[in-house]
């Protein structure tokens, strides 16, 4: 769903919080980009079969207060190998040293200095600082190595609208690196009618020294031009408008991920093109294998209507919470029942781009390693992995259904994190549906 407004006056005030995944604009490769810079890997695959290690899980039903999660949001490592558990039903983190054990909880709710109205996302320098996005208080709360509150810098601008996407901590200082496809959105709407959109989608490293986030632009990837007008969706009584014509379903997204220099990796394209940059965001090259985006078909929609549908009725997809005040008013939460109407509107209304992009997802590994996530068989499936280097080299690929955290690492969320020496956690939930974080360690060549 689309940040907007509910139609019942004018001077209204709108603010949509939750894990709004707003996937991607397409795009093909920018006309600045130089044939110099572009490596062709192969386009067969070289199987990897190394198996993972495990380290240890963490996670219960029955266990003690700090091992019992609500709603896992993420996942983090520090330098050290201590693990960082982002619980938002909780209000908390939760870290545990490289054994598995437990260190410290960090954060509760609250209006106060240190506690979290409305967290959203979060990260771990390599020092072991805490970084979290509150919407709430619309500022990055931030803790020390010690679990500490220490400050609240605030996300700045002018408070019309506020995008806060994934972060990701910078590999050389105190800032984060911000950027991709699962963002989260706050808007005021007054009677001029709805902010203008961005014109491209930002990947920025944003400093954290002073009272107010300070962002700097790497990349600007690309954007299509918007060619359809905005959706009025009705449920629940509401009449919803959004702000713009939001991106049409399989647009690829913007996937990203930090690299040891302080560069990232990212792809924005249907096809399949990884661009690697350096510290100061410019373009070191471009990686390609000869996959081509598949054609959508009427049957496919339809097939991803039913699909969505299925998934909100068993209370999965976007988790989506909206706020609503009109002429001064407190604001007030929007029924769950109602939201979920407005959302099978929108389902009854997606339009579709025309193909369907090679990438589902693309992350980074603590030294560097590019890991790839391509859409399987069907539409919203999981396909292969691989494993790429930022200096042109294709490690190998890990086929469907044989990399334990393949399906996390597909869907766009933090639920997946590498550590140094080869960690890496990921999130599962067992029968009953309680999340528990398991903790493994890579083969040599993949670290």
């Known amino acids: 769903m689309e940040p907007g407004n509910v139609r019942s006056g004018s001077g209204i005030r709108t603010a949509l919080y939750g894990c709004v995944v707003m996937v991607g604009f397409a795009s093909a ?42 709603d ?48 959203v996302s979060f990260t771990v320098l390599r020092n072991g600082t805490i970084v979290i996005a509150d919407m709430g208080h619309r500022a990055y709360v931030i803790y020390g190595p010690d679990g500490a509150y220490q400050r609240m810098v605030s996300f700045g601008g002018d408070g019309n609208v506020v995008r806060v996407g994934q972060i990701y901590p910078d590999p050389r200082g105190e800032s984060v690196l911000t950027g991709g496809s699962s963002m989260t959105v706050s808007m005021s709407v007054g009677p001029g009618g709805p902010p203008k959109g961005p014109e491209t989608r930002p990947i920025e490293r944003v400093a954290l020294s002073g009272e107010e986030a300070i962002g700097t632009t790497l990349v600007d990837a690309w954007k299509p031009p918007v060619d359809s007008k905005p959706q009025e969706i009705s449920g629940g009584g509401l009449r919803f408008r959004a702000a713009m014509a939001g991106p049409r379903t399989f647009e690829p997204g913007l996937f990203m991920g930090p690299l040891p220099d302080g560069g990232v990796a990212y792809a924005d394209s249907s096809t399949y093109t990884v661009k690697v940059t350096d510290g100061s965001g410019a373009l070191q090259r471009i990686l390609r294998r000869p996959f081509t985006p598949k054609p959508v078909t009427e049957s496919m929609q339809a097939a991803e209507k039913k699909r969505r549908l299925a998934e909100l009725e068993a209370g999965q997809g976007p988790r989506v919470r909206m706020m609503v005040s009109s002429g001064g008013a407190p604001a007030r939460p929007v029924s769950p029942d109602a939201v979920k109407e407005m959302m099978k509107g929108q389902i009854d209304q997606m339009q579709f781009y025309p193909e369907l992009p090679v990438i589902m997802n693309l992350s980074t590994g603590w030294g560097g390693k590019i890991w790839v996530v391509r859409r399987g068989a069907k539409p919203a499936d999981v396909g292969p992995v691989d494993v790429l280097t930022p200096s042109g080299q294709y490690v190998g690929t890990y086929a469907t259904g044989t990399l334990p955290f393949a399906e996390d690492l597909g869907k766009q969320s933090m639920q997946v994190a590498f550590g140094p020496d080869g960690l890496v956690a990921h999130v599962e939930k067992d029968e009953m549906d309680v999340p528990k974080v398991v903790v493994q360690r890579l083969p040599a060549v993949l670290r």
């Open 29 to 70: 490769l920018p006309a600045r980009t130089v044939a110099q810079q572009a490596t062709d890997l192969p386009g067969s695959d070289k199987a990897i079969s190394a198996p993972l290690d495990n380290v240890f899980s963490i996670g219960t039903f029955d266990g003690a207060d700090w091992e019992t999660f609500g």
């Open 72 to 119: 896992v949001r993420g996942v983090a490592f520090d330098g050290a190998g201590n693990i960082y558990i982002f619980d938002t039903q909780n209000f908390r983190v939760v870290e545990v040293d490289k054994t598995g054990k437990f260190v410290r909880e960090v954060g509760k709710q609250g209006e106060g200095p240190g506690e979290l109205r409305v967290p």
